[in-house]
């Protein structure tokens, strides 16, 4: 099974930013279509952006030209850089992997003054 760590979450101001990552036990993890999910208390788990592995990338409409998608194939890393966070982007943060189905364990991002 891979596995799937993210890392980089934390404490933050509102209009600060976070680059989250996601680093996969795999030597394979060029072929892998990846994406980052978030989860709000008490809401359901949503879309944040995903990554094909010919580096096309998808995005949350309300997320768009805030948030940034990318990912090092020689780190076996997918990255999610976050800009001009708002108190509503508070949420765990979880990679996943569209080929294995797996999930990372998740990342708390809280923005908050």
């Known amino acids: 099974q891979v596995q799937f760590v993210e890392s980089g979450g934390g404490l933050v101001q509102p209009g600060g930013s976070l680059r989250l990552s996601c680093a996969a036990s795999?030597?394979?993890?060029?072929?892998?279509?990846m994406g980052w999910y978030r989860q709000a208390p008490g809401k359901q788990r949503e879309l944040v952006a995903s990554?094909?592995?010919?580096?096309?990338?998808n995005y949350a409409d309300s997320l768009k030209g805030r948030f940034t998608i990318s990912r090092d194939n020689a780190r076996s890393t997918v990255y999610l850089q976050m800009n001009s966070l708002k108190p509503e982007d508070t949420a765990v943060y979880y990679c996943?992997?569209?080929?294995?189905?797996?999930w990372g364990q998740g990342t708390q991002v809280t923005v908050s003054s």
């Open positions: 996943h992997n569209y080929v294995t189905q797996d």
């Open positions: 795999t030597s394979i993890f060029s072929t892998y279509a």
């Open positions: 990554i094909t592995r010919d580096d096309s990338t």
